[in-house]
């Protein structure tokens, strides 16, 4: 069965008019807003022309995430939804090697969606990306909709970090990597930001007071 990706848009302000050149803010590209459609249950209708307040649907040709801000010119960029530290971490894997194709696809277009927050060890790279959620039924949802939408089963293997804090350290990435107590990890976040993950609050307070001098936070909107 072909599935069609749709992205929910609302105007703020201003006339939307099919096939009308916009720019992406987020990566920075001049695209083509086409494919527009409102949807009633199952069916849905072209739509030309919209106004403020109104909701479109996109099929999803473009690489639009969450929060998103699209405009006539650039420079317009309005707030992200907030981001906060995820305490369940784990680690998915596909089972079946014979549908990769579909499990990396249905991976990479949920992951798009902000289901759970994405995180690189660099030095763990074989293992893929390493899931953040606030609350272990967004694990749950992940795996749901990997199976249903995609045929794709999975394999979660959960980690024992419970705290995670943004970084702001004049440091690099080894010297920040050797003062980390056992079992604390280095890793990046999608935006290549540097976050430390603890195993107790315990770890987490006692790195605090040693290095005073390393800024952690609990949302990267706080790093600015």
């Given at each position: 069965?072909?599935r069609?990706?749709?992205a ?25 807003l ?38 006539e ?22 089972p ?9 696809k249905?991976?990479e277009?949920l ?9 690189h ?5 074989n293992?893929g ?18 199976k249903s ?35 604390a ?32 936070f609990?949302?990267?909107s706080?790093?600015?």
């Amino acid at each position: 069965m072909h599935r069609d990706r749709i992205a929910f848009m609302r105007v703020c302000s201003g006339k939307f008019t099919r096939d009308m050149d916009a720019f992406h803010t987020r990566t920075g590209k001049r695209i083509r807003l086409s494919g527009s459609h409102t949807l009633f249950g199952q069916s849905r209708e072209i739509v030309d022309e919209a106004y403020a307040g109104d909701i479109l649907g996109f099929v999803a040709k473009h690489d639009f995430h969450l929060g998103d801000t699209i405009s006539e010119e650039p420079g317009i960029v309005f707030h992200e939804i907030p981001r906060f530290a995820p305490e369940h971490f784990a680690f998915l894997s596909n089972p079946q090697p014979a549908k990769h194709k579909p499990f990396r696809k249905g991976l990479e277009h949920l992951l798009s969606e902000n289901i759970v927050q994405v995180f690189h060890i660099k030095d763990m790279m074989n293992y893929g990306p390493l899931l953040g959620a606030v609350g272990p039924l967004q694990f749950e949802v992940l795996q749901y909709r990997l199976k249903s939408e995609y045929g794709a089963e999975s394999t979660l293997e959960k980690k024992n970090w419970v705290l995670l804090r943004w970084v702001k350290s004049e440091r690099n990435s080894d010297s920040l990597r050797d003062l980390l107590p056992f079992g604390a990890q280095l890793a990046f976040d999608d935006k290549d930001q540097p976050v430390l993950l603890f195993t107790s609050q315990w770890a987490l307070d006692q790195f605090a007071a040693k290095y005073a001098d390393i800024g952690l936070f609990d949302s990267p909107s706080q790093l600015s």
